[in-house]
């Protein structure tokens, strides 16, 4: 990779990072939509579809950590934070590891982003599985966190992320896919 290029990816992915720490500030003013956008998701698939795969998840993993000790506990550091800096290590690594084999066509980035939105919540339920244990993490609490809980993220993380990625692709703008 070229030093332009790498400074790029640089530059967005510490982007990516702070929208991940300002976004929850921005849905947190109404309590019970907030939790529900899942505001740090779509920077974190943002950067693995732009910056790449190992961008993505090193953005991933910190972003909850960061936001968590910089906030006092905003997300709760253990478990919340800790689970979701597996789960969004996931999206960054599958979205950018999909994006980056698959063929530049539309039809596959909604394909990488649904595989990095399913085998992130499933990421993220076994995290809380390990953490938490079977007694108080059972397949209702999964269900009403990864789907029920979070359909209005989903539904703005399936608008929004192939819309910036395609116009990004087509625009040619940070000509960053390899």
Known sequence: ??????????????????????????????????????????????????????????????????????????????????????????????????????PPKKAYVYLSLFSAMLVGRLVWGAAMLLCLGAGAFGFDAFFAGAVTGALPGIAVQIVLVPVLVILTEQLNFLKLRE
């Open 1 to 102: 990779m070229n030093q332009n290029k790498k400074l790029v990816k640089t530059v967005l992915s510490a982007l990516f990072l702070a929208l991940s720490y300002v976004l929850p500030f921005l849905t947190g003013q109404i309590p019970e939509i907030g939790a529900m956008l899942c505001p740090m998701h779509v920077p974190v698939l943002l950067c693995g579809f732009l910056c790449g795969w190992p961008w993505g998840l090193c953005v991933g993993f910190v972003a909850p950590l960061f936001r968590s000790l910089l906030t006092g506990g905003f997300p709760p550091l253990f478990p919340t934070a800790v689970c979701m800096a597996f789960e969004l290590a996931t999206y960054g690594a599958v979205s950018g590891l999909m994006h980056k084999y698959l």
